[in-house]
């Protein structure tokens, strides 16, 4: 039977653990219910599982029968299981207080799948059945990577670290992941592009180290209040001057805190900062410009500024070649109007960018506003009014089916 019809036939269990997940969502690196519901689901597949040990992922291994042409290969069969493919889904929530009112929402406060992770964790069990169906006719072998702490916490980074690249023996060769949107596409609409798919992010945390006083004696103090100030201008400056129009960066200070009344001088300044770029070349200039402007600001004023990154992710960069058989693949599985080539970048950060760092792949969108709301002005993901359509599941299971199948038989070859 057709990959799109076996996929109809299981859409209604998907959807029923989807909505599991979604009443029960998890955030951060430590997901034991999801977890719990995602080995449940995989039970009686053919499957090698591994739990994370860092944080509660589930690593899911199905090696195909079928061993290629043996010794007139490539040489590169590990444990005759061939080329090796890597779909990935992560399954944590927000720090959001659901107000969809849907009958499954919810039931923990203030955490909310508003981000569409647990459609993410559906379609991905509903491929591990639809290629465990398939085992006899797999030239390789697939691995399954259920991620904790997408929102912020990395987790893609320690699943690299505990080996998730390589759990079916050798390097997968290629890798993919599936993202819902709750507006802007239409449902089942899949979009992606070649080259930077999704930006880099970095939060910076600035203080300025002054010295405190009477307001009405800065020379006897060293005031840090016009020393931010002028760091601020700089940055947007710095924006302009520095940077190439067409591989822009995006800085903003979202934060700024200093002093308590008038007539006092704070003894620091504290600037909270976000910054976006869109290509490893700009990410590197810009962390580098932008801590030496800091410092050289506040010395040149004879005072002393500190300038640490917290969280970031690198860029999430498509290989043009898999972003290309990906367009193919959702077109020849689901007709040409089922497909957008995605323009633009965007603005948001992933830590599948971790993965393409290491193993060619793309990144790829899917509507899942439920019709018949306009896409247009749908709340998007992380708004607690965001809803996602169930109907999408079965051909998000069956574009992970059909991609692992065609990217092996391609390798196999
Ligand atoms: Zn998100
Ligand atoms: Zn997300």
Do not use: W
Not at 17 to 28: F, K, S, T, V, Y
Not at 136 to 165: C, K, Y
Not at 216 to 226: E, L
Not at 278 to 290: I, K, Y
């Amino acid at each position: 039977m057709a990959i799109t019809e076996d996929a109809a036939a299981i859409a209604g269990e998907l959807a029923h653990l989807r909505r599991a997940i979604h009443a029960e969502p998890e955030i951060g690196l430590h997901l034991p219910l999801t977890q719990e519901k995602i080995v449940a689901a995989l039970d009686g597949l053919p499957l090698e599982i591994t739990l994370g040990s860092a944080l509660s992922s589930v690593t899911a291994v199905l090696r195909g029968a079928v061993n290629g042409d043996g010794a007139g290969g490539t040489g590169r069969r590990a444990g005759g299981g061939g080329p090796v493919v890597l779909l990935r889904a992560d399954m944590d929530a927000l720090p959001v207080s659901e107000r969809t009112g849907l009958d499954f929402a919810s039931r923990i406060d203030g955490t909310m799948h508003a981000c569409g992770h647990d459609l993410h964790s559906a379609m991905l069990v509903g491929a591990a059945r639809l290629l465990s169906e398939r085992q006899a006719d797999l030239p390789g072998s697939v691995v399954f990577m259920f991620q904790p702490g997408e929102e912020g916490h990395g987790g893609a980074r320690f699943m690299i670290e505990e080996g998730v690249l390589d759990a079916a023996g050798e390097r997968a060769a290629a890798a993919y992941a599936l993202h819902v949107a709750s507006g802007e596409l239409r449902a089942g609409v899949f979009s992606t592009r070649g080259g930077p798919m999704m930006a880099a992010a970095e939060a910076l945390g600035i203080t300025v180290h002054g010295r405190g006083g009477h307001g009405s004696q800065p020379h006897h103090a060293a005031d840090p209040i016009p020393v931010a100030c002028e760091i601020v201008t700089a940055l947007q400056v710095l924006v302009t001057r520095a940077f190439d129009i067409f591989d822009p960066v995006v800085i903003t200070v979202g934060s700024f805190h200093a002093g308590t009344t008038d007539n006092v001088i704070p003894d620091e300044a504290r600037l909270q900062v976000t910054i976006r770029s869109f290509s490893a070349a700009s990410r590197e200039q810009v962390r580098e410009t932008v801590v030496r402007l800091v410092h050289d600001i506040a010395s040149a004023h004879g005072l002393t500024a500190t300038a640490k990154f917290k969280d970031s992710y690198p860029v999430t960069v498509n290989d043009q070649r898999e972003a290309r058989f990906a367009a193919e693949v959702v077109t020849d599985l689901l007709g040409e109007d089922r497909f957008q080539p995605q323009p633009n970048p965007m603005a948001g950060a992933e830590d599948f960018s971790y993965v393409l760092e290491q193993v060619p792949g793309a990144f790829v969108m899917l509507g899942a506003c439920p019709p018949p709301v306009d896409p247009a002005t749908a709340p998007f993901n992380h708004s607690a009014f965001a809803v996602f359509d169930d109907t999408v599941l079965a051909d998000g299971a069956a574009l992970f089916t059909e991609l692992a199948l065609r990217r092996l038989a391609s390798s196999a070859r």
